[in-house]
């Protein structure tokens, strides 16, 4: 098969993309482990948590918002348990349906971040584009991520990190 | 202050970006773990030096390149040139200008993955963009970037990674 490789266009899109992403995900992570000594994703699972039904969430389910590996997701919420932000319920009846609930001082701990964290994403995000470009934004990565889940069946579950049995690396 | 919460707009902006980026770093990973067990930001590293003069760099621009600290990009350079990959020149007269260079066996590597790789980028993000999106998506990053850089003088050393002196927390 012929490579099709990328047009210049798509190449300035690219460079543009990856360095403004690790901009970002730096100044996100680096406020927040400033602040609370706590990775973007340790967050994002305490807001997600903050949000649903009773401040509960499937481990499944969970992984699958958060669109990463299960063990991965495992791993984190093993420490935030550690450090009271949340607590783990096992399902009796189905060992899958392992359970995190937020727990009152993770909601504190998050109620206290999100200011700032809000802050961070909005000067470094929001603030530099127009109210199109952040309709553009929504719209190029809903077509990115339908690309993955698809509408349906057509979703391959080696693309779906939270539907993957292992990792090939210790990273994931 | 009063905290800016985020519009509705710029929640589904936010919640669609982040589970994109998340799935489209997920899948150029494994790609290059599966095939090479090279995470996305080596392949970045030896891609960078094979477009540079003479295919070498000093390493605090590559960092700058890559938009990343000089430990972390020290540490990748190290499991490079351990592979073979590249090899570092030290500068005898100045200890920071330590300069990386792509060896044989690092262009014959990137050679090897550069087609798969691209086609990850191309089948995950732009075979699903319009030109017009294209065009959106570099607009966009170019501005998040412009935001931390600066157009010179006003931009703060401590939001550019390459320019921080130690990083407060090892994942970076």
């Excluded at 993309?17 to 992570?29: F, K, T």
């Excluded at 189905?94 to 964290?117: C, F, N, Q, Y």
């Amino acid at each position: 098969m012929t490579t099709r490789w990328l047009t210049p266009e798509e190449q300035r899109a690219w460079r543009a993309y990856v360095a403004g992403y690790l901009l970002l995900e730096d100044a996100i992570d680096r406020q927040l482990q400033q602040e609370a000594g706590m990775p973007h994703l340790y967050y994002s699972i305490l807001a997600n948590l903050s949000e649903a039904a009773e401040q509960r969430l499937r481990m499944t389910d969970l992984a699958e918002q958060l669109k990463i590996t299960r063990s991965r997701l495992t791993y984190a919420v093993t420490r935030l348990e550690k450090d009271g932000l949340l607590r783990r319920e096992e399902c009796r009846w189905d060992k899958r349906g392992s359970i995190a609930v937020l727990t009152e001082e993770g909601m504190g701990a998050l109620e206290g971040l999100a200011p700032g964290h809000v802050e961070t994403v909005r000067a470094a995000l929001f603030d530099r584009l127009t109210p199109e470009q952040v309709g553009q934004l929504e719209e190029i990565f809903t077509q990115v991520v339908l690309g993955f889940t698809g509408d349906g069946e057509e979703a391959s579950p080696e693309g779906l990190p939270w539907r993957r049995r292992s990792s090939p690396c210790s990273g994931s």
